[in-house]
């Protein structure tokens, strides 16, 4: 097959939100640079900070003179390697055409901590992402796709995989088999937290508005669930479950509304990992409430972001050893992605929404 020279692709002003998404039927692609490849994108995995991009609300690591405008949304994407440049030989680089593999999310974030660098590398923003047919990455900015997994589950250990990774395992306080911890919500990356700590063997309590999706965690091993719109004092509820003590760890996902209570059902010396925002970004006024309990409790929190590519290894490394099935709630085709990005707005998923390309 001839090298393709233009993509459909979606792209975002960066402003007016996922509605304003527009369809280029066939917009140009640069000539393969010598330590670049060429990757037929086959599934992409919405987030949060997808939606969030769009209306321009992310902007904390957005460069407004660096960002192309027009741009293609979504951090996450996996698929087939279809052209490589003159400079990617398999014996020196390990990649080559027909490579099954998933997009690294910073693109320039090899291992160790992140950093404001790493960030600027950020694909879907500042830099092109992943809602296109083809797109072009260095080849060292990609990780093999576990073999036993589908397009549409795999694709979910980028941005999903990578930051439940970072939290349990690279932080003050490494998961381990035996703890407890709470997830909070039931979107896409507390699911993947609520897999990955089960195959830990560690005991997990979700919380949820819905108690039909709280159901499917339980059948996904959930150990207690929560409905926190039922039980608004949760924290509560937490700690009869363990018996006054508090969880080791706590996924904390959701921010403004949430955070306090998160304190509240902490163990002495347990840890916070903050990851998002999703029931607001919260403000000063709160944050003498977050320091007392800190130190009250003589617990610890700590700011989370993905993980460079170290990272993605160890949690591909890992899902084909445990042998984890990924939970997708839907599947969307590539057209009707804005439909994809309401239905995440919605809020009426569980775990994993996806765009396929293939
Ligand atoms: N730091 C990082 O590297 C990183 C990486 C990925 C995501 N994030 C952030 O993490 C957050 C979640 O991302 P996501 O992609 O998983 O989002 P998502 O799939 O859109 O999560 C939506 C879910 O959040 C839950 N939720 C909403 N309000 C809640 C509340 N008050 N208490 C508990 N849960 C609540 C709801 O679960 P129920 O319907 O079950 O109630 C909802 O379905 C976002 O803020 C995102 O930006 C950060």
């Known amino acids: 097959m001839p090298t393709p020279t233009t993509t459909r692709r979606w792209v975002s002003d960066l402003s007016s939100g996922y509605r304003a998404l527009e369809l280029q039927p066939s ?33 904390t690591f957005r460069t407004h003179s660096k960002t192309p405008l027009p741009l293609v949304p979504c951090s996450d994407g996996a698929g087939i390697i279809v052209a490589v440049g003159s400079a990617v030989d398999l014996a020196e680089t390990g990649v080559a055409v027909g490579d099954e593999v998933l997009c690294l999310y910073n693109t320039e974030h090899m291992a160790g901590p992140v950093t404001a660098y790493h960030m600027q590398t950020g694909s879907g923003l500042p830099l092109e992402g992943c809602l296109t047919e083809y797109k072009i990455l260095p080849h ?16 979910t250990l980028v941005g999903g995989g990578s930051t439940c990774w970072t939290a349990f395992f690279c932080g003050m306080r490494p998961l381990r088999p035996g703890m407890t911890v709470l997830i909070l919500g039931t979107g896409g990356v507390s699911i993947v937290a609520l897999q990955i700590a089960k195959a830990m063997h560690v005991t997990t309590i979700v919380t949820s508005s819905s108690d039909e999706k709280l159901k499917t965690c339980a059948t996904l091993g959930a150990d207690y669930c929560i409905n926190y719109t039922h039980s608004p004092n949760w924290s509560e509820e937490v700690l009869r479950i363990t018996n006054g003590t508090g969880v080791d760890m706590v ?11 998160s304190l509240k059902s902490l163990k002495w010396g347990g840890l916070i990992n903050d990851i998002g925002y999703v029931s607001g970004k919260g403000s000063d006024a709160e944050l003498l409430g977050v320091s007392l309990i800190l130190i009250r409790k003589h617990a610890m929190m700590q700011g989370v972001i993905v993980g460079g590519k170290d990272v993605l290894q160890e949690v591909a490394n890992f899902y084909e050893k445990a042998r984890i099935v990924p939970f997708v709630d839907r599947v969307f085709p590539f057209d009707q992605a804005k439909e994809a990005f309401a239905y995440l707005e919605s809020q009426k998923h569980m775990g994993k929404v996806i765009i396929n390309l293939e």
């Open 27 to 59: 917009a140009p692609l640069p000539t393969l640079l010598p330590h670049q490849v060429l990757i037929r994108i086959k599934a992409v995995s919405l987030n949060y900070r997808d939606l969030d991009a769009m209306t321009g609300y992310y902007n």
């Open 140 to 155: 060292y900015a990609t990780v093999r796709k576990p073999a036993y997994l589908g397009w549409e589950q795999a694709v």
């Open 251 to 261: 996924m904390e996902t959701a921010g403004q509304k949430t955070i306090i209570q």
